[in-house]
């Protein structure tokens, strides 16, 4: 079954046309997959048996990919946020049992029911602004029983067909209350049993790290990597969001698909990603959140063609905001970055952070039709609007999915 689209204006994010708006294009699909993008061709639409649809001038892009979430917890921290603006000290918040560990122990006491309809209410936002592959970290769990409930609900979300999912093992993202001034104890169990637990299971696709001066250091981040890369999967890292460990390029060198924030990272940092070919991810929405005003190195990345992503980061302490446009806006306003280089780093770039470039991230013929169809007349308008209904519908292996009251 072959499915025509006609009367579209196309952007492609592909090697031929890149960011290049292709007027009055042609796009089919056939068995879930693009098998033709390009200017319309008449002969090519009358060979083609199938559903024709007009898509009324609508510009057509990849689907928006969102390579780093942490959508699955339960509580939020707001009761923190506004205790802080009426001047509560954060070590009296956190010596209070306030922080990530607050969410910890809500996640804990949540059954996967519970954490499945919350994250799903989450992801909800993210699907409004085209969103139609998402990555879903635990580190909310930090036991092996909690880890592996956080990652089935994230696997049992990208069974419901209307969005991808990629899964990444965070367990070593905070050290656990049990654990107190043993952390390389808490790393072992990472190790010996967590990491074995999920790849036997299969519901992690990566292993990822919180390799900072409140998080684990480089040495408890490298026996992380190599034993994620023993059992098979991918390693990522939340690396330089606060200070400068050098966290980027060790997981760099050891493979790591993507590292994430980067804010601190040095320009020896940058050339460890240039060599590897490791994704810069953007978080802008946890520096608007925490007022960050260092500025990740923007421009030497992009001397040395080191391939940007953004994200939302969206997690209930640094950036509760599940909008994935929202972050485009932030990091053109932000981090100078261009509408094209944000298009970029929520399609192409993303799909590689998430070793997935050969199947998503581009609308190429062979891979996944897995599209978004705007109201809108150019691709900087998704960088540029906040907030305004201009999502049509999504596509996800060929199925259209639309927004309610939008079509
Ligand atoms: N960096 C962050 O910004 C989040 N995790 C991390 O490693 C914060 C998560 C939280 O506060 O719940
Ligand atoms: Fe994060």
């Excluded at 200017?39 to 892009?61: F, H, R």
């Excluded at 592996?148 to 991808?164: N, P, S, T, W």
């Excluded at 992380?224 to 060198?253: C, D, P, W, Y």
């Excluded at 809108?376 to 308008?381: D, L, N, R, W």
Aim: proline share 4%; charged share 20%.
């Amino acid at each position: 079954m072959e499915r025509i689209l006609t009367h579209l204006n196309l952007v492609t994010m592909a090697p031929d046309h890149g960011y290049q708006v292709i007027e009055n294009a042609m796009v089919i699909i056939r068995e879930g997959k693009i098998s033709y993008a390009g200017p319309y061709q008449a002969d090519l639409l009358s060979q083609t048996k199938g559903e024709v649809m007009d898509c009324q001038q609508a510009l057509v892009t990849p689907g928006l990919i969102d390579c780093h979430t942490h959508l699955v917890f339960a509580g939020n921290r707001a009761n923190e946020f506004e205790q802080r603006l009426n001047g509560v000290p954060y070590e009296t918040i956190a010596k209070a049992g306030g922080g990530i560990l607050s969410t910890v122990r809500a996640t804990r006491d949540a059954t996967e029911d519970e954490l499945f309809s919350l994250a799903m209410e989450r992801l909800a936002g993210l699907k409004r602004d085209g969103v139609t592959t998402v990555e879903i970290k635990s580190g909310y769990g930090l036991t092996t029983n909690d880890e592996l409930k956080m990652l089935r609900v994230a696997r049992r979300i990208g069974e419901q067909a209307d969005i991808k999912v990629s899964t990444t093992l965070l367990a070593a993202h905070a050290l656990p209350p049990e654990f107190a001034g043993r952390s390389d104890d808490y790393i072992t169990l990472v190790c010996d049993e967590i990491i074995p637990a999920a790849a036997k299971e299969n519901l992690a696709d990566a292993v990822d790290v919180f390799c900072e001066g409140i998080g684990f250091s480089t040495a408890q981040s490298a026996r992380v990597f190599e034993a994620a890369n023993a059992h098979g999967l991918m390693i990522k890292g939340h690396t330089e969001q606060l200070s400068n460990l050098g966290g980027s390029a060790l997981a760099a060198r050891m493979g790591a698909k993507s590292v994430d924030h980067i804010e601190y990272l040095d320009e020896a940092g940058v050339d460890a990603l240039a060599a590897h070919n490791t994704v810069a991810t953007l978080l802008p929405g946890a520096f608007y959140f925490l007022r960050e005003t260092q500025q990740p190195p923007i421009a030497l990345l992009r001397e040395k063609g080191v391939p940007m992503a953004i994200s939302t980061d969206f997690n209930p302490g640094t950036s509760p905001i599940a909008s994935l446009r929202t972050m485009m806006n932030m990091a053109c306003t932000f981090f100078r970055l261009t509408p094209e280089e944000c298009l970029r780093g929520v399609t192409v770039n993303a799909a590689q952070a998430l070793g997935m470039q050969e199947s998503c991230g581009q609308i190429q013929v062979g891979m996944a039709a897995d599209l978004a169809l705007w109201r809108v007349s150019s691709p900087a308008e998704l960088s540029y609007r906040m907030g305004v209904p201009d999502l049509i519908a999504r596509v996800v292996d060929g199925e259209f999915f639309y927004q309610p009251d939008n079509r």
